[in-house]
């Protein structure tokens, strides 16, 4: 099949709080900005609830929202936005070029890449069986299907136990599965569980299969200070044990540590390629707040502008 091949000047990968605010930087200068926004428009922030941490909103914000008006801002100020998912890419040489959904191709004189994080998952095959089928990683999207039911959740980080406190309002009881003696959540969140009198905490704890035959039906927990193993019947099994960068297509072109974090040059957007930026979630394993995501968007879009017309082409 022929590809259709299209020329822009900035194309931006990616369409969380680093995307479009890099979008609407580039527009605001003029670099008639393509962004394609992946398999989940706006990004992580879609799959949570209230956001209270970004500045703006003395109220708060439910995160499907905000990255609602992420989008229409970023619109507004003329970014292209389009559905579609970068599949491959090509760096050997300017223009660079980037497959969408496989088959269409950009060629782009800057790139800049906000392709975030996506959640972990245990490796468990009954964990990938029934995925969809009351596994989740994801509590605000699914917890809804289990109201009034007894779920487990696994992880012992901040997103597990605000995950841990959202379903608690739902269901009768949430079983959180932690793998040490001790949590790694900020403490506040810590203690908001620990007085949560519906949700019981496992310490020590690791999931040795999820069980269920089409659905999920318990879960067997095995305590390995104890050796001790018991089976509790859920309906709804939520992972939430930290993320991953989605940095695969780039790999053998950016420099990347090795959990596949793209490497920036510190106190900029540069990768180790020429005119290639990249901001968000996907090269900051540190932070990995809205409010820096979108500052480090503003960052590549600025030092795409300046690469640009230091080479004559804005
Ligand atoms: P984290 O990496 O902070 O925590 C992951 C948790 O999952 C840890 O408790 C870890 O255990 C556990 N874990 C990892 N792998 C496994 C496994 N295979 N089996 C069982 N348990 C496992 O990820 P989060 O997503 O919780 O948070 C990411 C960042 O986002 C953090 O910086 C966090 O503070 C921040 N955040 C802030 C929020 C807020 O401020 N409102 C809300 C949500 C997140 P162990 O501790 O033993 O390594």
Known sequence: MAEATEKVHV?????????YTAAIYAARANMKPVLYQGIQPGGQLTITTEVENYPGYPEGIQGPEMMIHFEKQASRM???????LATKVDFTAQPYKVWIDEEKLIE?????IATGASAKWLGLESEQRLNGFGVSACAVCDGFFFRGKEVAIVG??????????????????VHMIVRR???????????????TPNIKIYWNSVTDEVLGDGKVSGVRIHNTATNEKVE????????????QPNSDI??????????GYIQTVPGT??????GVFACGDVQDKIYRQAVTAAGSGCMAALDAERYLSAKGLV
């Open 181 to 195: 003696d001790q949590m790694r959540a900020s403490k506040v969140m810590q203690d908001r569980v620990k007085n």
């Open 250 to 259: 780039f790999k053998g072109w950016l420099d990347m540590d090795e959990t």
């Open 269 to 274: 957007a540069k990768t180790n390629i020429e």
């Open 11 to 19: 194309l931006i990968i990616g369409s969380g709080p680093a995307g």
């Open 108 to 112: 782009a004189d800057a790139i800049i």
């Open 156 to 173: 012992a980080g901040d997103t597990a136990c605000e995950e841990a406190m959202y379903l608690s309002k739902l269901c009768t009881t």
């Open 232 to 243: 509790v019947p859920i309906s709804g099994f939520f992972v939430a044990i930290g993320h």
């Open 78 to 84: 003329g970014a292209d936005i389009r559905y579609g």
